[in-house]
């Protein structure tokens, strides 16, 4: 076999580009955002493939690949494979996905073993053969090593933003990050654009998209969503929101934005050109359905690694746990009952009984 080293020394080979999508801020919908980018790129005829590259491993959980995949970024990481053989495909045409690992959070250091700094991740993704169009990576919050090596290894970022209070402040927080991974690690690191998610028909909602407006006019993806109560559902169901409602809004505005990736921020297209990835998605959605279903009416949850079971036990355990607390509480409302009915009785035949034991009645 090849060494990693012997790769690199081969002809160059067109490379993908690589998008991260990155907030400083937790709970911004990157996970959302990853994964239905993701998807529209390839409805739209391209080759993808996602990064989970947050330890939560939520990315990973959308596209029933636990049992399927035999490796992962924690093998890639720790040079045990080529990214070719550690991407295993979905069942979406053109969508491939190397599976996340709670295991990143004790790996965070792994980066620098593979040429220095954080630019371990870049090398790793350096493809010999197949390079796909697009790779997608899914990325942490907060500034540690996997992110840092996520932006060093990206030619492009996608900033998601949630509305409300903090979300300017999030955001230039993050700019100031990718700043620093431009000015150090990574030069070529450019803005695809910032994302508004989210966006309610209130106050808030409003002042925050003039905000950003106000503020970054030429970073802005000129799509942007409202908010959709079936993404909320999508994502409690562990399913990509195009999958779980594709004729939804939210499908046909992913759709939109990853036209804007390709041909350009500020791009529109026309529906006629959206058309055949729509129709690709439904398609999608039927052939699928089933498959998330009987994932839904299972009880049985994904394990940590790629072709593990350790959420059964955890599971187990929980069902264990619940079932004592509800033990407890049965006992708890038993001793309540007896000790009012003690009382009234008390209350009632007391008095009577403690007279004639005293005398004092007849």
Same mark, same amino acid.
């Given at each position: 076999?090849?060494?990693?080293?012997?790769?690199?020394?081969?002809?160059?080979?067109?490379?993908?580009?690589?998008?991260?999508?990155?907030?400083?801020?937790?709970?911004?919908?990157?996970?959302?955002?990853?994964?239905?980018?993701?998807?529209?790129?390839?409805?739209?005829?391209?080759?993808?493939?996602?990064?989970?590259?947050?330890?939560?491993?939520?990315?990973?959980?959308?596209?029933? !690949?636990?049992?399927?995949?035999?490796?992962?970024?924690?093998?890639?990481?720790?040079?045990?494979?080529?990214?070719?053989?550690?991407?295993?495909?979905?069942?979406?045409?053109?969508? +491939?996905? *190397?599976?996340?690992?709670?295991?990143?959070?004790?790996?965070?250091?792994?980066?620098? +073993?593979?040429?220095?700094?954080?630019?371990?991740?870049?090398?790793?993704?350096?493809?010999?053969?197949?390079?796909?169009?697009?790779?997608?990576?899914?990325?942490?919050?907060?500034?540690?090593?996997?992110?840092?090596?996520?932006?060093?290894?990206?030619? $492009?970022?996608?900033?998601?933003?949630?509305?409300?209070?903090?979300?300017?402040?999030? !955001?230039?927080?993050?700019?100031? &990050? &990718?700043?620093?991974?431009?000015?150090?690690?990574?030069?070529?690191?450019?803005?695809?654009? *910032?994302?508004?998610?989210?966006?309610?028909?209130?106050?808030?909602?409003?002042?925050?998209?003039?905000?950003? $407006?106000?503020?970054?006019?030429?970073?802005?993806?000129?799509?942007?969503?409202?908010?959709?109560?079936?993404?909320?559902?999508?994502?409690?169901?562990?399913?990509?929101?195009?999958?779980?409602?594709?004729?939804?809004?939210?499908?046909?505005?992913?759709?939109?934005?990853?036209?804007?990736?390709?041909?350009? $921020?500020?791009?529109?297209?026309?529906?006629?050109?959206?058309?055949?990835?729509?129709?690709?998605?439904?398609?999608?959605?039927?052939?699928?359905?089933? +498959?998330?279903?009987?994932?839904?009416?299972?009880? *049985?949850?994904?394990?940590?690694?790629?072709?593990? +079971?350790?959420?059964?036990?955890?599971?187990?355990?929980?069902?264990?746990?619940?079932?004592?607390?509800?033990?407890?509480?049965?006992?708890?409302?038993?001793?309540?009952?007896?000790?009012?009915?003690?009382?009234?009785?008390?209350?009632?035949?007391?008095?009577?009984?403690?007279?004639?034991?005293?005398?004092?009645?007849?």
């Amino acid at each position: 076999m090849t060494s990693h080293e012997d790769v690199f020394d081969t002809p160059e080979t067109r490379q993908p580009t690589i998008l991260s999508v990155y907030n400083q801020k937790g709970g911004v919908g990157k996970t959302t955002t990853s994964v239905n980018l993701a998807l529209a790129l390839a409805a739209l005829g391209k080759s993808v493939v996602l990064i989970d590259f947050d330890p939560q491993s939520s990315a990973t959980s959308n596209f029933l !690949l636990r049992d399927k995949a035999k490796v992962g970024i924690n093998d890639l990481l720790r040079k045990e494979t080529f990214v070719e053989d550690a991407i295993t495909p979905t069942a979406f045409d053109g969508l +491939s996905m *190397i599976v996340g690992a709670r295991k990143l959070y004790s790996l965070e250091h792994a980066l620098d +073993s593979r040429g220095g700094s954080q630019r371990g991740l870049r090398k790793a993704l350096h493809f010999s053969r197949n390079p796909p169009d697009y790779v997608v990576i899914d990325c942490p919050p907060a500034l540690g090593h996997l992110a840092a090596g996520a932006l060093a290894a990206s030619d $492009r970022l996608i900033v998601p933003v949630f509305p409300g209070r903090y979300a300017l402040d999030g !955001l230039r927080r993050t700019l100031q &990050v &990718v700043e620093h991974i431009q000015n150090g690690l990574n030069p070529s690191l450019t803005l695809a654009g *910032i994302l508004m998610l989210s966006i309610t028909n209130d106050e808030v909602g409003r002042e925050s998209l003039t905000q950003l $407006r106000n503020e970054f006019p030429e970073q802005m993806f000129r799509t942007a969503f409202p908010y959709d109560v079936d993404v909320v559902k999508a994502t409690y169901r562990r399913m990509p929101a195009a999958i779980f409602t594709p004729e939804g809004r939210t499908t046909s505005r992913f759709a939109a934005l990853a036209w804007e990736i390709v041909h350009g $921020r500020g791009t529109t297209p026309d529906d006629a050109q959206l058309k055949p990835a729509l129709e690709r998605i439904r398609g999608w959605h039927e052939a699928t359905d089933t +498959s998330y279903s009987a994932r839904r009416a299972s009880s *049985i949850d994904e394990g940590d690694e790629p072709g593990g +079971s350790a959420g059964n036990g955890g599971r187990q355990a929980e069902r264990a746990q619940s079932a004592g607390r509800g033990g407890m509480g049965l006992a708890f409302v038993g001793l309540v009952v007896g000790l009012v009915a003690g009382f009234v009785l008390g209350a009632v035949a007391g008095q009577p009984i403690l007279g004639r034991l005293l005398g004092l009645g007849g």
